[in-house]
């Protein structure tokens, strides 16, 4: 499969290698066509590895996983074009984190509302499914690196099949063991505001290699 990867960070870098360690074609999609972070990444994994602007790797892609800073996300994806994300599943792997005030960091968006909606208003007929936005970058490629991956993650949308589909990758794919559908797309609500508890418990644990197990 052909997928876009929007972001040069840290979390893109770590999921658009492991897409393309899974056999798919991946683009990665930054400001510019010839970001050197971009390049960086793309050189050493082969021809299934390349990349571009945020447009271009939205067109290329199948799928499309926003990987971006929350901040930056809603820019980001206007730019990529909304015809471009049309009908295509969209991994919103964001959060809303506001850093102006330094640790802990605050929400850019209220309780009533989410960035995972605002992605979803902003590009109608895309199919957003939030998910992987409560682990660390190691961990949403590598669940098993923590209790032998005997916890959470997460996915919500308004796309049953969507969801469905992205299930699949993260079991199949990422490993991930158990992979809990919170319901549409207004419970990502609920899974980025958990990242101020997050944070917290990364400042008190001194490491983010941690996550949720949900016991009945």
Same mark, same amino acid.
């Given at each position: &499969?052909?997928?876009?990867? !929007?972001?040069?960070?840290?979390?893109?870098?770590?999921?658009?290698?492991?897409? @393309? %360690?899974?056999?798919? *074609?991946?683009?990665?999609?930054?400001?510019? =066509?010839?970001?050197?972070?971009?390049? %960086?990444? %793309?050189?050493?994994?082969?021809?299934?590895?390349?990349?571009?602007?945020? $447009?271009? =790797? =939205?067109?290329?892609?199948? #799928?499309?996983?926003?990987?971006?800073?929350?901040?930056?996300? +809603?820019?980001?994806? %206007?730019?990529?074009?909304?015809?471009? +994300? $049309?009908?295509?599943?969209?991994?919103?792997?964001?959060?809303?984190?506001?850093?102006? *005030?330094? &640790?802990?960091?605050?929400?850019?968006?209220?309780?009533?509302?989410? +960035?995972?909606?605002?992605?979803?208003? $902003?590009?109608? /007929?895309?199919?957003?499914?939030?998910? +992987?936005?409560? @682990?660390?970058?190691?961990?949403?490629?590598?669940?098993?690196?923590?209790?032998?991956? *005997?916890?959470? @993650?997460? @996915?919500?949308?308004?796309?049953?099949? $969507?969801?469905?589909?992205?299930?699949?990758?993260?079991?199949?794919?990422?490993?991930?063991?158990?992979? !809990?559908?919170?319901?549409?797309?207004?419970?990502?609500?609920? /899974?980025? =505001?958990?990242?101020?508890? #997050?944070?917290?418990?990364? &400042?008190? !644990?001194? /490491?983010? *290699?941690?996550? !949720?197990?949900?016991?009945?």
């Amino acid at each position: &499969m052909r997928i876009g990867v !929007l972001g040069t960070g840290m979390v893109g870098t770590t999921i658009g290698t492991k897409l @393309v %360690a899974l056999g798919h *074609e991946v683009r990665m999609g930054s400001r510019t =066509a010839d970001h050197p972070d971009a390049a %960086a990444w %793309a050189a050493p994994l082969g021809p299934r590895a390349s990349h571009g602007t945020f $447009a271009d =790797a =939205a067109a290329f892609g199948e #799928w499309v996983f926003n990987c971006t800073f929350g901040a930056a996300a +809603l820019e980001v994806l %206007a730019s990529a074009g909304v015809d471009h +994300l $049309a009908g295509k599943v969209l991994v919103d792997v964001s959060n809303p984190l506001d850093f102006s *005030e330094g &640790m802990p960091p605050t929400l850019l968006v209220g309780s009533r509302d989410s +960035l995972g909606e605002q992605i979803q208003r $902003a590009h109608p /007929t895309a199919r957003v499914v939030k998910t +992987l936005n409560t @682990v660390t970058a190691s961990m949403m490629v590598d669940p098993g690196s923590v209790a032998n991956g *005997e916890h959470e @993650v997460f @996915v919500c949308g308004n796309d049953a099949a $969507a969801k469905r589909e992205v299930a699949r990758l993260l079991t199949e794919g990422f490993g991930w063991k158990h992979v !809990l559908d919170l319901g549409d797309i207004s419970n990502a609500r609920g /899974t980025e =505001a958990y990242l101020l508890l #997050w944070t917290r418990l990364y &400042m008190a !644990l001194g /490491t983010p *290699e941690f996550n !949720l197990r949900i016991v009945r």
